[in-house]
């Protein structure tokens, strides 16, 4: 009885299944398969890293953000060119701001008004 996965691995797994003695049964997605199985695989790994903490699952978030890169048609650098932009921008997430509610200034609540 086959082990059913049907989700989107590693381009060596199929080597690695034959090395364990087994027959891997697999096809290669076409380009609107890929998008939608390379975004449940983004789900997919993040939930691993909420689960382990791992520098292992991380790096596998890390090369599925790269896939997705690819698939967008953007190189790694521009990713790591925005993700500074951003930072300089509006900073990044290192001091744990937690923004609990917004609450409108008098001056903005009486411009509404008619």
């Given at each position: 009885m086959p082990r059913i996965y049907d989700k989107l691995v590693r381009d060596e797994i199929p080597t690695v299944v034959e090395a364990n003695g087994e027959r891997p049964i697999t096809h290669v997605a076409n380009d609107e398969e890929?998008?939608?199985?390379?975004?449940?695989?983004?789900?997919?790994?993040c939930a691993e890293y909420r689960e382990d903490r791992?520098?292992?699952?991380?790096?596998?978030?890390?090369?599925?953000?790269?896939?997705?890169?690819v698939q967008e048609g953007w190189s790694v650098e521009e990713l790591e060119e925005r993700r500074r932009e951003k930072a300089a921008e509006r900073g990044g997430f290192g001091a744990g701001v937690v923004l609990e509610a917004v609450v409108e200034s008098q001056s903005q609540s009486r411009s509404g008004e008619n």
């Open positions: 890929y998008d939608r199985r390379l975004l449940a695989k983004l789900e997919e790994e791992s520098l292992d699952e991380l790096a596998d978030v890390l090369e599925v953000v790269r896939a997705c890169c």
